[in-house]
């Protein structure tokens, strides 16, 4: 099955200010989420961001471009898939839920995890995802792709979303990711 602009739900996942000296390639995630955050605009894809306990870890990084119709949703759980959260998903009826943020092997793959149960096809964007340990997220992307999530990069998957060079988007898009 291919993941199409109306069956897709963007989420990033926790990219705070507190997690910042901490993450392995910080900058490159950053970058990667700010792509992605950008390309959902122009493209029309659907996002939903999260900030794990803003009051003590902060807000996401504002290097990342949120435009103000995006929802911000609190959260203390490791996985997206709270009360609140897991009403809004449903609610969007999206087949493909793509992951992208931090970190990979808790609340990144605990989301994923629940994706899979709730019926959706996952993609994680292993370029847009880090942890503290490098080695954390490798193993959280081979448990993963071993649940049957879908492991791409940004590049693979908004190239994917436009199908062609004569998407409406894809200078934009281009610009964006080189």
Same mark, same amino acid.
């Given at each position: 099955?291919?993941?199409?602009?109306?069956?897709?739900l963007?989420?990033?996942?926790?990219?705070q200010?507190?997690?910042?000296?901490?993450i392995?390639?910080?900058?490159?995630?950053?970058?990667?989420?700010? %792509? +992605?955050?950008?390309?959902?605009?122009?493209?029309? =894809?659907?996002?939903?961001?999260t /900030?794990?306990?803003?009051? !003590? *870890?902060?807000?996401?990084?504002?290097?990342?471009?949120l435009?103000?119709e995006?929802?911000?949703?609190?959260?203390?759980?490791?996985?997206?898939?709270?009360?609140?959260?897991?009403?809004?998903?449903?609610?969007?009826?999206?087949?493909?839920? %793509? +992951?992208?943020?931090?970190?990979?092997?808790?609340? =990144?793959?605990?989301?994923?995890? /629940?994706?899979?149960?709730? !019926? *959706?096809?996952?993609?994680?964007?292993?370029?847009?995802?880090?942890?503290?340990?490098?080695?954390?997220?490798?193993?959280?992307?081979?448990?993963?792709?071993?649940?049957?999530?879908?492991?791409?990069?940004?590049?693979?998957?908004?190239?994917?979303?436009?199908?062609?060079?004569?998407?409406?988007?894809?200078?934009?898009?281009?610009?964006?990711?080189?």
């Amino acid at each position: 099955m291919k993941i199409k602009v109306e069956n897709a739900l963007f989420v990033m996942i926790d990219v705070q200010e507190k997690f910042r000296p901490v993450i392995h390639e910080i900058d490159a995630v950053i970058h990667n989420c700010g %792509v +992605l955050t950008k390309a959902a605009g122009l493209l029309g =894809v659907r996002l939903l961001v999260t /900030e794990q306990y803003p009051e !003590g *870890l902060g807000r996401t990084m504002q290097e990342i471009e949120l435009s103000p119709e995006t929802k911000v949703y609190g959260k203390t759980s490791f996985s997206i898939f709270d009360d609140s959260i897991r009403k809004d998903i449903c609610r969007m009826d999206a087949s493909w839920i %793509v +992951l992208f943020g931090i970190e990979t092997h808790v609340c =990144v793959m605990q989301s994923a995890i /629940e994706a899979i149960q709730c !019926g *959706l096809n996952v993609m994680v964007v292993c370029d847009a995802v880090s942890s503290r340990k490098s080695y954390s997220k490798e193993v959280a992307l081979q448990r993963m792709r071993q649940i049957g999530c879908h492991v791409v990069t940004t590049e693979m998957l908004l190239f994917e979303l436009m199908e062609g060079a004569d998407h409406p988007a894809f200078r934009k898009i281009s610009r964006l990711i080189k």
